[in-house]
Structure formats: structure tokens, C-alpha cells
């Protein structure tokens, strides 16, 4: 069985979510899409073009 690998942005947001004292539940609602739609956008199996923008701004992320 293959184990899903985040991605570089994942992995960036992984850390500002515990750096921030946020769950990935609380930023999926945030941005106004599922934890499931958001976990997908994580591991890169969706390109969350429309959201990723907004998860930069709400995590204080450099463009």
C-alpha cells in the first residue's frame, strides 16, 4: 500500500497550522471548503487553485 506524501505547500501549511494553534478543520471552514477537499489540496491530488491564495492570506504565508 503506497503512503500519500504532502506536498513542499503542504508540508508549509502542516507547520503554520501547529505554529498557529489551528486545525485543518478550522482552515477548511475558513476557506469555505470540506477537511477532505482541503487534505486533497495538501497531499496534491487537486490543484486548489481557487483556495490556495486565501490559505496564504488567513496563514500570514509570503506569496
Keep these: ?16 497550522l501547529v505554529e498557529l494553534n489551528m486545525t485543518q478543520k478550522e482552515l477548511a ?8 477537499y482541503l487534505s486533497l489540496i ?5 490543484s486548489g ?3 490556495i491564495k486565501h490559505i496564504k492570506k488567513i496563514l500570514n504565508m509570503e506569496e
Design 1 to 16: 500500500m503506497n503512503k500519500r506524501k504532502l506536498t513542499d505547500f503542504g508540508s508549509n501549511v502542516k507547520a503554520r
Design 29 to 36: 471552514k475558513r476557506i469555505g471548503t470540506s477537511e477532505v
Design 42 to 46: 495538501l497531499y496534491g491530488e487537486r
Design 49 to 51: 487553485e481557487k483556495y
